[in-house]
Nanobody, 115 residues
Framework: QVQLVESGGGLVQAGGSLRLSCTASGSIFSDMGWYRQAPGKQRELVASIKIGGSTNYSDSAKGRFTISRDNTLNTVYLQMTSLKPEDTAVYYC???????????WGQGTQVTVSS
């Protein structure tokens, strides 16, 4: 049974930093990443990382956020710096299983950036 457990959200002032963690279990995961959904908006990709280490960032995340993973722990991290109020959202961990290529989601963690 696949499980994704997230941690690290919270309330931070603009300009501050947070680190999100997500540990996945129950499969091998080729791709892992973070999405976010703000109130009234669609869920959007923030960053993703393949098992080999190649990364992909949204334009809003480039230069401020860093995604990394520890394959031995099946854990993906999102280090967020220079946070802005518009980064406020529920952040969801995503993992794609291998070889089935099925998507799994975490429960979501709230990130709130105050101005």
């Amino acid at each position: 049974q696949v499980q994704l457990v997230e941690s690290g959200g919270g309330l931070v002032q603009a300009g501050g930093s947070l680190r999100l963690s997500c540990t996945a279990s129950g499969s091998i995961f080729s791709d892992m990443g973070w999405y976010r959904q703000a109130p009234g908006k669609q869920r959007e990709l923030v960053a993703s990382i393949k098992i080999g280490g190649s990364t992909n960032y949204s334009d809003s995340a480039k230069g401020r956020f860093t995604i990394s993973r520890d394959n031995t722990l099946n854990t993906v991290y999102l280090q967020m710096t220079s946070l802005k109020p518009e980064d406020t959202a529920v952040y969801y961990c995503n993992a794609k299983s291998w070889p089935a290529k099925r998507d799994y989601w975490g429960q979501g963690t709230q990130v709130t950036v105050s101005s």
